[in-house]
């Protein structure tokens, strides 16, 4: 199993450029998630995912969309960039049943926007 | 799912046991206990939760006071790669949102 895969891994946009951010995951978990974090702080949630065709709002979604087509994929869309887009963005994905399982993470797509 | 309050740091000595708390006095009787840490910018890793009786894994120990609010995790031999952020969290379980605070920095030296 692959996990939690992410792409790219590095990206430069310039302003008011747009681009995906890929998420695919091979563990058959119906949550997912995408979080952004920039230098020195935390991990925010953008947009969250429960299963196919279902997607909500995180802390801060504005500037960004999602959609989930798939059980395997969960892509972030930013349509016009900014610079405070600057961020290091992760991906994740869970399966919640009655165990309560773990959220695995992917190694991150750092994103510069100039 | 409740807030929880971690110190913003700590320092630990290697091979010495590393406690780590956490406040979480609102939590719900559906809440669990969830750690993770974040090594050097690297994606979030799990490492154990809990919902009222202590737990123990191949990486750590948490354990939950009796009134449920607050908890400690316990590295029992950290070791330099140890160093990293670690986060608890409070959540439902079935819960559909997974949002991280600031964390503890721990710092590890030898």
């Known amino acids: 199993n692959a996990g939690v895969t992410q792409t790219p891994k590095f990206r430069i946009l310039k302003i008011g450029q747009s681009m995906t951010l890929q998420c695919a995951q091979d563990?058959?978990?119906?949550?997912m998630y995408w979080y952004r974090q920039d230098p020195g702080m935390g991990l925010k949630l953008i947009y969250y995912?429960?299963?196919?065709?279902?997607?909500d709002k995180g802390e801060v979604p504005n500037g960004y969309n999602v959609s989930r087509s798939t059980t395997e994929d969960f892509p972030l869309r930013l349509e016009l960039a900014a610079p405070s887009q600057t961020s290091v963005y992760f991906c994740?994905?869970?399966?919640?049943?009655?165990?309560?399982?773990?959220?695995?993470f992917g190694q991150g797509t750092r994103l510069t926007v100039v | 799912d409740a807030k929880t309050t971690q110190p913003t740091s700590m320092d630990c000595a290697e091979g010495r046991a590393a406690n780590l708390p956490c406040n979480h006095s609102?939590?719900?009787?559906?809440?669990?206990v969830y750690w993770y840490r974040q090594i050097h910018s690297q994606g979030p890793q799990y490492i154990i939760h809990?919902?009222?009786n202590n737990e123990t894994n191949e990486m750590a120990s948490l354990i939950i006071t009796e009134d449920r609010k607050s908890s400690t995790l316990i590295l029992p031999h950290a070791t330099l790669r140890d160093t990293a952020v670690y986060y608890c969290?409070?959540?439902?379980?079935?819960?559909?949102?997974?949002?991280f605070g600031a964390g503890t920095i721990l710092r590890v030296k030898s």
């Open positions: 995912s429960v299963g196919a065709g279902i997607t």
């Open positions: 809990g919902l009222k």
């Open positions: 994740a994905s869970s399966y919640s049943d009655r165990t309560n399982t773990e959220a695995f």
């Open positions: 563990m058959n978990h119906n949550y």
């Open positions: 609102t939590i719900s009787g559906n809440e669990y």
């Open positions: 969290i409070v959540r439902v379980a079935y819960g559909n949102k997974l949002v």
